[in-house]
């Protein structure tokens, strides 16, 4: 299989639920899609592509919320990004923890830091922040302020 | 009569591990039947301060994420700016850094080592691991003025180029190395304690690794043929001859193996680095003046497994979004199932194998009687524990051995 293949199996899959796809280099994959299609895109790569997940990173905007899932497939030496955008007043996304364990402790982190609710997660408390941190205050937002 | 439980706290603040992080084993008996990891005890919020620093600034910031493999985060990060803002790397300076990051591999395999002798109550191995890291030690200062921290890298090069004189110095270095770490392949691998200890012991299958996508001696010791440094070649790893590393059990021994066997890696590496620095004299840094606005990745293959960095750039001099994933997030879950079934004088070098990140800073460690708090075994026995079994085992195989009175 060669990076194209991916390329194409991932289109092939998808199809229109699929949009801006680009390859920055023959080493990098992005493409978007919309939340709800966030589990058969982790069952497509983790499941059918073998890809490693590296980690996902939340990036807080103006009015939504970009979640980046990093997935490697190591043989090919390809990273592919999956880009979905989730409303910030109420971002809420399910949870990938059953398909792919290894999000288990990154999806906390986004919950915490974010305040991303990751929808059937089997374990949503906190990680790096106290347990007893105030509800409702996300470090990692760009409007947080120390008080 | 159903069996008690009982909680052993290991952490905060532990000799396995540098950075706090509390490992709550539950036992019954002497085995453990399930560990809950809580950490968080030293976040420090990197990845937010990053965003208020440039990018010069954030290679210190990052170089600063952890003690041991203060290079791994540097060049991860560098090659994530690198990509996002499309600059240009001399190639000398791709062989400066993989010189370092080996530098770096075979100091931080040599502290794993002696550690994981010091648990076993093997101390020859500790004090002889220690006082050769300690020459790899010395060079790194040499070379790049700090014993770790190097601050070496910097976006579109290196900062401090190695000279001929510190060439030579490094070689001298390597060949007073090559005979301790024969001694150190034939003495684990032919050493029946050390296989007594070791062999079956906190065991994972390429299929556990892949539930927690581990990386690094980890995966490998279980036969995952991962390794960032051929899969996705960068420095100047696609340039040079090496071998991944890779055992096939997953046990204790196993991953002993793969640390040392890579050490011998490194040292080839380094050798063929020196070389190409003698014959190919070039720059060291292209003087990038802007970071165009993109995004971009760089992974490395830390001596703890892959270190991951995502920058976003918009064109100013500081990233939006810097993402930072380190490989004991990934390795530590695994102790979730390593260490099940084991016995509580084997979850101290269990706990210790992934090799979490540690560098000795206190010891609490004690197990409580879940009802009353009351402190029934301390972290110092726990420890006496592990070394107990050694000595048995000694005795069993009919070995001498140390006298057992002697303090942790």
Redesign the interface.
């Known amino acids: 299989m060669t990076p194209s293949d991916v390329v194409m199996r991932i289109q092939s899959a998808l199809g229109e639920r699929l949009s801006d796809l680009h390859q920055?280099?023959e080493?990098?994959v992005?493409f978007e899609v919309d939340p709800n299609c966030i589990p058969d895109t982790a069952r497509l790569l983790h499941d059918t592509l073998q890809a490693?997940?590296?980690?996902a990173?939340g990036?807080d905007g103006p009015h939504q919320m970009e979640i980046?899932y990093?997935w490697?497939l190591?043989?090919l030496?390809l990273?592919v990004?999956v880009r979905t955008r989730v409303d910030r007043d109420q971002p809420q996304i399910a949870s990938i923890a059953a398909i792919?364990?290894?999000a288990?402790?990154?999806e906390r982190e986004m919950w915490e830091l974010l305040g991303i609710s990751f929808e059937g997660h089997p374990d949503l408390r906190?990680?790096?922040?106290?347990d007893d941190w105030p509800h409702g205050k996300y470090?990692?937002r760009r409007d947080f302020r120390k008080d | 009569m159903a069996k008690k439980t009982t909680i052993i706290p290991v952490g905060p603040y532990h000799p396995l591990q540098e950075e706090p992080e509390f490992f709550k084993l539950y036992v019954e008996g002497e085995k453990v039947v399930g560990l809950d990891i809580e950490?968080?005890y030293n976040?420090r919020?990197v990845?937010?301060l990053s965003e208020g620093k440039d990018y010069e600034e954030t290679i210190f910031l990052v170089e600063r994420v952890c003690g041991i493999c203060s290079t791994s985060h540097p060049i991860a990060c560098v090659q994530a700016i690198e990509?996002a803002g499309d600059l240009e790397v001399p190639q000398r300076a791709l062989y400066i850094r993989s010189l370092i990051g080996e530098l770096e591999r075979i100091h931080s395999h040599l502290l794993w080592l002696g550690l994981a002798g010091h648990f076993l109550g093997f101390n020859t191995v500790w004090m002889w691991a220690w006082r050769y890291r300690e020459e790899v030690l010395n060079i790194c200062e040499q070379v790049t003025g700090n014993r770790n921290h190097y601050g070496m890298l910097k976006p579109g090069g290196v900062r401090r180029d190695v000279p001929a004189t510190e060439i030579s110095a490094i070689r001298k270095m390597l060949d007073t190395l090559s005979s301790p770490l024969d001694l150190f392949r034939d003495t684990v691998a032919e050493d029946p304690l050390i296989q007594a200890r070791t062999r079956g012991i906190g065991t994972l299958t390429p299929q556990q690794i892949?539930?927690?996508?581990a990386v690094g001696p980890t995966a490998r010791a279980s036969g995952v043929d991962?390794d960032?440094r051929r899969?996705?070649?960068h420095a100047a790893y696609g340039m040079v001859e090496w071998d991944v590393v890779l055992e096939s059990r997953g046990d204790i021994f196993d991953k002993i193996m793969v640390r040392i066997g890579e050490m011998f890696q490194s040292v080839r590496i380094i050798r063929q680095c020196l070389s190409r620095l003698e014959t190919e004299p070039g720059p060291i840094d292209s003087h990038p003046k802007e970071v165009k606005p993109?995004?971009g990745?760089g992974?490395y293959e830390a001596p703890r497994g892959?270190v991951?960095h995502?920058i976003?750039s918009d064109g100013s001099n500081r990233p939006?979004?810097h993402?930072i994933?380190a490989p004991s997030?990934?390795n530590v879950?695994t102790n979730r199932e390593a260490v099940i079934g084991e016995t509580i004088a084997d979850a101290t070098i269990i706990l210790a194998a992934v090799d979490p990140c540690y560098c000795c800073t206190e010891r609490m460690a004690a197990v409580l009687d879940p009802e009353t708090d009351r402190v029934l075994i301390s972290g110092k026995e726990l420890l006496q524990r592990s070394r107990r079994k050694t000595a048995w085992l000694r005795s069993q195989l009919g070995h001498e051995g140390p006298d057992l009175k002697w303090d942790c």
């Open positions: 920055p280099s080493k990098r992005y490693r997940l590296q980690t990173a990036v980046l990093h490697a190591d043989r030496g990273v990004t792919c364990p290894a288990e402790w990154i906190h990680l790096l922040l106290q470090p990692l | 950490l968080g976040h919020g990845e937010k990509e892949r539930k927690f996508a991962i960032v899969d996705h070649p993109g995004e990745i992974h892959e991951f995502y976003r939006v979004r993402k994933r997030y990934m879950p």
